[in-house]
């Protein structure tokens, strides 16, 4: 049989290196991705086809930081311009502005989308409270460097950040203390949680490493091919996806740590790698200035690729022929 050829879609828009991506949950008009770039200009896209939707204008400087909620209405964006934005995803127009004092580098909804989560190089969490935009946010502090990525757990009770002070920590909301603190042997790169809320995933030097949610709780933990600077985990917890270093995208199983792919696609590292929400395919972003998507499953007809039968199969087909049909995509 021939070989099932990988065909990413490549899509371009961006101008400079692409360093965050978010994926919305399923809605009734499909799912949605969200790019930030150092160019100053996020990027919303249809989930599955990559297809460009619109861009978000307003930024006077890097973007680090991108995130949807989970029906897709609302975005929110951190940069260099020291802000925090929340924008209408439907209109694309800005409906927020939260001032820092240095560069925010995360962003992340609470559940009801009623509240903000930032963090960056001010070495501090802050949740706004978006229903009272001018009120002052809740500050969170402890890291003893800038934090790279900070989430609200799925009770919205309890936050997890990781950051370059080598640290995952667990915050309690409502006492605004940490609870928890795990200590890594070099800067954390990435931090992404499974859409169920249930697994923690970790990115640093050559590890990536897996944690119950719930608990942090180490559950796995697996070595890198090279520096690795994201991850993210199946939500069927069959395969999770890493990107790094050494330009490629892996894939590996789950429960055993072996690769059971790799493909070279980007012209530079690649900075972040997520999942789509029904896990039938992944994206990349790179500082060559494209995100890709690539199939889960190569040689399945979903989004833009369409698997046909090359004639010469159907014709064996027809003819009784045991011969085996090869399958190739068209990107």
Not at 172 to 179: F, H, K, L, W, Y
Not at 260 to 269: D, I
Not at 308 to 323: C, F, K, Q, R, S
Request: aromatic letters at 10%.
């Amino acid at each position: 049989m021939a070989a099932i050829r990988q065909t990413p879609l490549s899509c371009s828009g961006h101008t400079r290196p692409v360093v965050k991506l978010a994926f919305s949950r399923l809605t009734p008009y499909g799912y949605f991705l969200i790019s930030a770039c150092k160019d100053g200009k996020p990027m919303l896209r249809q989930g599955d086809t990559g297809d460009w939707i619109g861009t978000f204008l307003g930024h006077k400087g890097a973007v680090w930081g991108a995130t949807l909620n989970d029906d897709a209405t609302r975005a929110a964006t951190g940069a260099a311009d020291f802000t925090a934005k929340v924008w209408d995803a439907v209109s694309g127009e800005e409906t927020a502005t939260f001032s820092h004092k240095h560069i925010v580098k995360s962003v992340d909804f609470s559940k009801d989308s009623s509240q903000l989560l930032t963090g960056g190089n001010e070495k501090l969490l802050k949740i706004f409270d978006l229903n009272k935009p001018e009120a002052d946010p809740v500050v969170f502090t402890g890291h003893t460097n800038y934090v790279k990525d900070a989430l609200f757990l799925p009770d919205g009770k309890r936050l997890v950040s990781g950051g370059d002070d080598k640290t995952v920590r667990m915050w309690d909301v409502a006492s605004q203390t940490e609870v928890k603190k795990l200590e890594f042997d070099s800067i954390v790169t990435d931090m992404s949680l499974t859409k169920d809320g249930s697994i923690l995933v970790v990115t640093n030097g050559r590890t990536v490493s897996f944690f119950n949610a719930d608990s942090l709780e180490k559950l796995k933990s697996y070595s890198t091919p090279s520096h690795v600077y994201s991850a993210s985990l199946n939500e069927d917890k069959g395969s999770y996806v890493i990107g790094g270093e050494d330009f490629k995208l892996y894939k590996f199983d789950y429960e055993t740590g072996s690769e059971l792919e790799s493909y070279k696609g980007h012209f530079g590292p690649v900075h972040c790698v997520r999942f789509s929400p029904d896990g039938e395919l992944y994206a990349s972003g790179s500082e060559d200035g494209t995100l890709r998507l690539w199939q889960t499953n190569v040689g399945t007809t979903y989004g833009l690729w369409k698997c046909v039968l090359p004639e010469d199969a159907i014709e064996e087909t027809n003819n009784g022929g045991n011969g085996t049909n090869s399958v190739k995509t068209e990107g």
